[in-house]
């Protein structure tokens, strides 16, 4: 241990991890505190990673260097595509993983990155000087530093809930973080509580598999990191069982002792993963509700009963549970559990992750509010760079809204807040056709260049991709086929035929034809790489089968750039405009929005008080 | 340029009606000038807001009543005096003379309703609302403009943004939680439900005609031959107890136009009197002219005499939409009843303008169109403002595409884009709709959580 590092990141969780390795190996000098070096990366929730819009932010993560992507194929023990039914806006990868080894390549990702120095202990003070942070004291021993980015997760004053049994800790077996709260609390940072929560792990020896409905991973799988080429570990499948009446009726029995229905936990849950007394209780109509029995790992007994998350007794849970087909014998190796922790409003923290309030001083991952390991590990990238930049006197990395599923995240926290844990849908991305899961590289992979975080290599890649790309797309619009030649490929999908020569740009529109097909009966010299060569057909397939749809949402972003290219200036005074109301002037205040584009996503403000903004920033 | 520093002071009625009249200062030196003209019992600038101060004004031009609020509770928001003075044309004049002596500026038309805007007191929809009062110049625009203050067209609007919310979680529900155990809507239902918002706006725009007959009056050609009597039918409309005459007579040279108050909506009458009257212009250009006014015209009334009673109006477009065209057969009072009804037809009005006779026939007939057309509908959201009709054209445009996309397969982030895309262009009509309510309204109906 050094008595001074250039940024000391306190939690080795998803967001910790990204954080810590994006500031080292943008050469700074990096601590990681945890409290145990063999919880760095641990699954508290499903083993899994990705899914809709989280998939989307992993791949951003990536293109700009993260680890994240590296880790989920590594330890992928099976890989699956969300959405492939849909357009290819919203295909999601996702993964089920081993914990186990996720938790041990994560470390040795770390261990390998120079200056990058893992510490165990607790962290017992925060000291700032001039409204900078100035140190941390590791177990009462200080340590200089010019940044501080506090990852802590569930831990900070984290409580454990199952029925009336409360345990103090931030994940099962794993005590909590005491005082760091109080500390933030004593320099002025407002803090609340959130609550989520985690089903039970049953004995993968215990479950009769031969009755339930098997789901494999997908035959092509594709994969996080432009780093991965092939599987890593051999496939496993996950399968699928219902509950029924009996299952609700004594789950129902525990109502009385849940601590979510007494209000002995006050935080607020996630809406879009609520325990299963929730559901039954909320939807009572509903005779059934689906469970995911997920491996925990390729070398573990464990299995992890996705969509049965509880605080319900365990007595409760395990007899509920063994109504389950295939579940009527199984042995409970642990029972599920709420948590309820300690997290700050994220309205404290600017579109870089500092806070408002303490110079140098990052917030990332559930400490901001959010959910999921893909958020955490978002913010904890974003906070890592842009801490990073600062202390090198550069330009901070900001996200527009426009540019990556990243960008929205923090935009939303900083600006709208949250009351209950956050989670990414594709459903919040206004811009969605071209925030697409296939070219987080074309869209970010720049950056990550730039930042020393991607090497030239990959760069030169995706360069020469887009270089493919715009040929493609150029000979599409000038290369006409002849009906003789067209019409054999649009028999082929029952697609009218032609009787005009008509260009490969329209051709391709009509439905199921593949651009492929066309280039090759127009003799197109293809790129003779052929993993750019394929890439770059994919992604110009996409661009003009739905040229109509890309044109529209890139007007509005057009639109959007207006107002987001108003700056407002740092210590822009609102008190002295008299015309706002009282009210927009402190919400004003409170966000310090950077543009006139982030005002009007402070959720109050009105069109009028942009008129009026705009009239005085003029 | 026109800063928010200058003080600005207008006649805030309209001219020459009622037996008062009142006059509004507003600008941080409202009360230091009212000061310099008025003569009361205490200065302006001593005074609290909320108080009525009597007195005189120098150069005792009147007796007035002077109000005084302070800012920020004013209607602009500024500091501001209003002087209620006797209703006279000549002395509104003199006081505002005055106050431009003392350094306030007249206001622009609409000015204190910017200001009010700028200063955070009223929304972007209240102060078009508002602004339609002070143009609009019938009682039923009136009460129409201040229905519209009191959220009727935002309760119209709701049920259209309420309907767009469900619509767009609908469709988000496939592509976030496709894992779930929850059953989507069949595209049928979606598209079904997407042409009932565009019924809703159907419904709105179709207002738009009638929201400008209410804000704007209702236009009535009076045409015909040359001595016909086309002068002396608006010469008796407009002496005629029914009709109040508005205080502004426009008369450009070679037309005469009125507007009169007829049952409290706003008539307003060009009489091609003067087209064929001067020799020196040629017969088309006077036909050019009456082609023109013809378009703009609601109500055309063909005045003709018994012995041309099968007069046609060929030279005219016919068949324009939403013409109302009467024949008006005059002179009646030269013929007898036995003369009359050889050629009677009840689609025909029968008058008089010498005499009055049938001119009731003639208000009933103006009545009922203005009544066809909902005018005086109490409970009417009307779409008024062209803004707000072309924002709905848009909306309803991308509404239309998002169907198009569902009817073609489209995935339903495709459609999304066409919705999102009505959703801004209602924006200003009902306000932002984010996607967290969206979100709100899948979780409230779906039972989500794998």
């Known amino acids: 241990m050094k008595s001074y590092y250039d940024i000391i990141v306190i939690g080795g969780g998803h967001a910790g991890i990204e954080a810590s390795a994006a500031g080292a190996r943008m050469g700074l000098e990096v601590a990681l505190i945890t409290m145990d070096k063999n919880a760095i990366g641990r699954m508290s929730c499903n083993p899994a990673v990705g899914g809709t819009a989280k998939g989307h932010l992993v791949r951003e993560i990536d293109s700009l260097g993260g680890l994240i992507g590296q880790l989920a194929d590594r330890t992928g023990i099976q890989f699956k595509m969300l959405n492939r039914s849909k357009g290819p806006a919203v295909w999601s990868p996702r993964s089920q993983n081993d914990r186990a080894l996720y938790s041990l390549e994560a470390l040795k990702l770390l261990t390998q990155i120079p200056n990058l120095e893992i510490l165990e202990g607790i962290v017992t003070k925060l000291t700032i000087k001039n409204r900078r942070i100035e140190s941390v004291f590791l177990n009462d021993v200080e340590i200089k530093t010019r940044a501080v980015i506090i990852a802590a997760g569930t831990f900070l004053n984290g409580k454990m809930f199952t029925g009336r049994v409360q345990t103090e800790g931030g994940r099962y077996g794993e005590p909590k973080v005491a005082g760091l709260t109080e500390l933030l609390n004593e320099m002025g940072f407002i803090s609340g509580r959130l609550k989520t929560g985690t089903p039970p792990r049953l004995d993968k020896r215990t479950i009769d598999f031969t009755s339930l409905e098997e789901q494999k991973g997908d035959e092509e799988p594709q994969f996080f990191s432009y780093l991965t080429d092939n599987y890593y570990l051999p496939q496993v499948s996950c399968y699928i069982t219902y509950t029924n009446q009996k299952t609700h009726e004594i789950l129902r029995q525990g109502f009385l002792d849940s601590p979510l229905f007494t209000g002995i936990i006050k935080g607020v849950g996630p809406r879009y993963c609520p325990s299963i007394e929730d559901k039954i209780y909320r939807f009572s109509d509903k005779d059934r509700h689906h469970l995911f029995l997920e491996p925990d790992g390729l070398n573990s007994d464990l299995i992890y009963v996705n969509g049965f998350s509880s605080s319900l007794p365990a007595d409760i849970q395990l007899k509920a549970i063994r109504t389950v087909p295939g579940l009527q014998k199984v042995e409970m190796i642990r029972p599920g559990y709420a948590v309820e922790y300690d997290f700050f409003p994220p309205y404290q923290v600017d579109l870089t992750l500092e806070t408002k309030l303490v110079e140098g001083l990052y917030f990332a991952g559930q400490i901001n509010g959010t959910s999921g390991y893909e958020e955490a590990a978002a913010q904890g990238i974003i906070a890592g760079i842009n801490a990073a930049l600062k202390i090198m006197n550069k330009d901070p990395l900001i996200l527009k809204r426009n540019e990556a599923y990243i960008g929205v995240l923090i935009d939303d926290l900083v600006n709208k807040g949250t009351d209950e844990p956050y989670r990414m849908f594709t459903s919040r991305a206004e811009y969605r056709l071209n925030l697409r899961q296939d070219n987080a590289d074309r869209r970010l992979i720049k950056y990550g260049y730039e930042l020393g975080l991607i090497p030239a290599w990959a760069y030169e890649h995706v360069k020469k991709k887009e270089q493919e790309i715009h040929r493609i797309l150029e000979w599409s619009n000038i290369t006409y086929l002849k009906p003789e030649i067209a019409n054999e490929i649009l028999r082929k999908y029952n697609s009218p035929e032609i009787d005009q020569s008509e260009n490969i740009s329209k051709l391709v529109k009509r439905k199921d034809v593949k651009l492929t097909e066309l280039l090759e009966k127009s003799e197109y010299r293809f790129n003779e790489d052929p993993k750019i060569s394929k890439e770059a057909i994919f992604q110009a397939e996409i661009e003009l089968k739905y040229e109509g749809y890309i044109k529209r949402q890139t007007e509005d972003i057009q639109k959007f750039l207006e107002n987001e290219n108003i700056l407002i200036p740092k210590n822009f005074d609102y008190s002295k405009i008299k015309s706002l109301s009282m009210e927009s002037r402190e919400k004003l205040e409170k966000i310090k929005p950077a543009s006139l584009g982030q005002a009007s996503r402070i959720s109050g403000i009105r069109v009028t008080d942009l008129s009026i903004l705009l009239v005085h920033l003029k | ?450």
């Open chain 2, 1 to 450: 340029m026109n800063t928010i520093n200058d003080t600005i002071c207008a006649p805030i009625t309209a001219n020459g009606i009622g037996a008062i009249s009142i006059i509004r200062v507003s600008g941080p030196r409202a009360l230091e000038i009212g000061d310099k003209i008025f003569i009361g019992k205490k200065r302006l600038s001593d005074s609290p807001s909320h108080r009525i101060y009597y007195g005189r004004l120098i150069n005792d031009i009147d007796d007035v009543l002077v109000f005084v609020f302070r800012q920020p509770n004013s209607y602009t928001g500024e500091d501001t005096i209003e002087i209620s003075h006797h209703g006279n044309f000549l002395i509104s004049k003199k006081i505002i003379q005055l106050l431009m002596e003392y350094g306030a500026r007249l206001a622009e038309p609409g000015e204190f309703t910017k200001r009010a805007f700028l200063n955070g007191k009223i929304d972007l929809l209240q102060a078009e609302a508002v602004s339609e009062i002070i143009q609009s110049r019938s009682d039923v625009a009136v009460r129409s403009a201040r229905k519209q203050l009191d959220g009727f067209l935002s309760n119209k609007i709701k049920v259209i943004r309420d309907y767009l919310i469900e619509v767009s979680g609908l469709l988000e529900l496939e592509l976030d939680f496709v894992e779930e155990d929850v059953e989507f809507v069949d595209k049928e239902t979606v598209v079904q439900k997407i042409e009932l918002i565009i019924k809703q706006i159907d419904d709105l725009l179709k207002t738009f005609q009638t929201g400008k007959y209410v804000y704007e009056g209702i236009n009535v050609l009076i045409l015909g031959k040359p001595n016909v009597g086309k002068s002396s039918l608006l010469n008796r409309i407009l002496n005629d107890d029914r009709a109040i005459v508005s205080d502004i007579p426009g008369t450009t040279r070679d037309i005469i136009k009125e507007e009169i108050f007829i049952y409290g909506t706003l008539f307003r009458f060009f009489d091609t009197a003067g087209l064929r009257k001067s020799t020196d212009i040629i017969e088309e250009e006077g036909i050019r002219r009456a082609r023109m006014l013809f378009e703009k015209a609601d109500i055309v009334v063909h005045l003709v005499e018994f012995d041309n009673i099968d007069e046609n109006l060929n030279d005219f477009n016919l068949h324009a939409s939403n013409k109302y065209i009467i024949k008006v057969v005059n002179k009646i009072d030269t013929l007898t009843n036995e003369q009359v009804s050889k050629k009677f037809s009840k689609d025909m009005i029968y008058i008089s303008a010498l005499t009055g006779y049938g001119l009731e026939n003639l208000f009933e007939t103006f009545k009922n169109f203005a009544l066809e057309k909902n005018v005086y509908s109490e409970d009417l959201a009307v779409i008024s403002n062209v803004r707000h009709y072309e924002a709905l054209i848009q909306a309803k445009n991308s509404l239309i595409n998002a169907i198009e996309s569902l009817r073609q397969n489209f995935s339903n982030e495709f459609v999304s884009v066409d919705l999102r895309k009505a959703v801004n262009s209602l924006k200003e009509l009902t306000g932002e709709i984010t996607s967290e309510e969206i979100l709100n309204s899948i979780f409230a109906k779906f039972c989500i959580g794998k």
